[in-house]
């Protein structure tokens, strides 16, 4: 081959490698999650890998090496552009993402899998119209987590009084206001920051939490038991969104593809969480925490105590043009018709 031949075929190979660079789209997903934590490497990069399968490489999800914003600035953050993806726990912005605490309201409870469908089809039946809550960037998918659980550091409270005289640690905004309800006791802040308090015995129980987080956050050998409510459960709930400068910029096509493995699809994928928290659930069993059961009278007093929290809830979305009542039942419906 001459050496005119030889550039021309340079001049091909690098013209076909710079039109397959700038018809790549990357996306970078930004989450205060740990990687070794079941949300980011079971469910957000096994979805960035399917994302890359079905656009043929087109679309690319790549995952920040730390978060690029702290819990409350992650919808901010993919605002600004600071990263493209990102998933915003809705309990420490209330004021925005005020319809998405349906999960939070103590109530039956279901799967992961099962609240998490229930929500997205609660959103598209009853809170799309609260279009303003995600201005400035476009909504994915919704999902639930695991039930949180109250566990105990010393013994279980059995009544009322006793939980009215506890110290207890909690995450700020709905459980902070629930259990400050009945206790002035309560000490709020990120569930990261617990193993302090719980380590050291400052407080009588944590709350908040799924089994998940108690053994990944080194609070299992302090946790003696699992106080358990009848249909007075709770859940927290993520938001996943994209910047929506960089959603225009992949094709129409492409777009379709990220869609269809978003949405009620993205919120099945939470069933591994499932099965993380149930082995989590195991270790602490087999770590010697019990399960202790309210008595009904205890369950019929906190229900009346929490009832507040539902009538407030109501109020707000109502605020917002959202039927809160029908919302409330049909969330839960779904997750009844689910099996929890």
Same mark, same amino acid.
């Given at each position: 081959?001459? =050496?005119?031949?030889?550039?021309?075929?340079?001049?091909?190979?690098?013209?076909?490698?710079?039109?397959?660079?700038?018809?790549?789209?990357?996306?970078?997903?930004?989450?205060?999650?740990?990687?070794?934590?079941?949300?980011?490497?079971?469910?957000?990069?096994?979805?960035?890998?399917?994302?890359?399968?079905?656009?043929?490489?087109?679309?690319?999800?790549? =995952?920040?090496?730390?978060?690029?914003?702290?819990?409350?600035?992650?919808?901010? =953050?993919?605002?600004?552009?600071?990263?493209?993806?990102?998933?915003?726990?809705?309990?420490?912005?209330?004021?925005?993402?005020?319809?998405?605490?349906?999960?939070?309201?103590?109530?039956?409870?279901?799967?992961?899998?099962?609240?998490?469908?229930?929500?997205?089809?609660?959103?598209?039946?009853?809170?799309?119209?609260?279009?303003?809550?995600?201005?400035?960037?476009?909504?994915?998918?919704?999902?639930?987590?695991?039930?949180?659980?109250?566990?105990?550091?010393?013994?279980?409270?059995?009544?009322?009084?006793?939980?009215?005289?506890?110290?207890?640690?909690?995450?700020?905004?709905?459980?902070?206001?629930?259990?400050?309800?009945?206790?002035?006791?309560?000490?709020?802040?990120?569930?990261?920051?617990?193993?302090?308090?719980?380590?050291?015995?400052?407080?009588?129980?944590?709350?908040?939490? %799924?089994?998940?987080?108690?053994?990944?956050?080194?609070?299992?050998?302090?946790?003696?038991?699992?106080?358990?409510?009848?249909?007075?459960? %709770?859940?927290?709930?993520?938001?996943?969104?994209?910047?929506?400068?960089?959603?225009?910029?992949?094709?129409? %096509?492409?777009?379709?593809?990220?869609?269809?493995?978003?949405?009620?699809?993205?919120?099945?994928? =939470?069933? %591994?969480?499932?099965?993380?928290?149930?082995?989590?659930?195991?270790?602490?069993?087999?770590?010697?925490?019990?399960?202790?059961?309210?008595?009904?009278?205890?369950?019929?007093?906190?229900?009346?105590?929490?009832?507040?929290?539902?009538?407030?809830?109501?109020?707000?979305?109502?605020?917002?043009?959202?039927?809160?009542?029908?919302?409330?039942?049909?969330?839960?419906?779904?997750?009844?018709?689910?099996?929890?």
């Amino acid at each position: 081959m001459d =050496m005119k031949s030889i550039f021309h075929l340079a001049a091909v190979v690098l013209a076909v490698a710079t039109t397959s660079a700038a018809a790549q789209t990357k996306l970078l997903l930004s989450t205060f999650f740990p990687p070794t934590h079941p949300i980011v490497a079971d469910v957000l990069v096994p979805w960035g890998k399917e994302i890359g399968s079905a656009t043929q490489g087109r679309v690319i999800v790549e =995952m920040a090496s730390a978060s690029l914003a702290p819990p409350p600035g992650q919808l901010d =953050m993919v605002q600004k552009g600071i990263a493209d993806i990102a998933l915003q726990f809705a309990g420490v912005v209330p004021n925005r993402l005020q319809p998405e605490l349906v999960s939070e309201i103590p109530g039956a409870v279901g799967s992961a899998a099962a609240m998490s469908k229930a929500l997205w089809a609660t959103h598209e039946r009853y809170f799309a119209k609260d279009d303003k809550r995600y201005k400035g960037v476009h909504l994915l998918g919704l999902v639930v987590f695991p039930a949180q659980e109250f566990f105990c550091v010393k013994a279980c409270p059995t009544s009322v009084d006793q939980l009215k005289s506890a110290k207890l640690a909690t995450t700020p905004g709905t459980p902070a206001r629930q259990y400050g309800a009945l206790t002035s006791g309560v000490v709020a802040g990120p569930a990261v920051r617990y193993f302090e308090v719980v380590s050291k015995g400052i407080v009588d129980a944590y709350a908040a939490v %799924t089994p998940i987080e108690a053994i990944s956050f080194n609070l299992a050998p302090s946790t003696t038991g699992i106080l358990k409510m009848k249909d007075l459960g %709770t859940a927290g709930s993520f938001a996943l969104v994209i910047n929506p400068k960089k959603w225009a910029e992949i094709s129409e %096509t492409d777009r379709k593809a990220i869609a269809d493995l978003s949405g009620a699809s993205f919120s099945a994928r =939470m069933a %591994t969480l499932d099965t993380a928290n149930a082995v989590a659930l195991k270790k602490l069993a087999d770590g010697g925490v019990k399960t202790v059961e309210a008595s009904a009278q205890f369950d019929a007093d906190l229900k009346k105590a929490y009832a507040f929290l539902a009538a407030d809830w109501l109020k707000e979305v109502g605020n917002r043009g959202i039927d809160g009542a029908a919302a409330l039942k049909f969330y839960r419906d779904q997750i009844v018709a689910a099996g929890k």
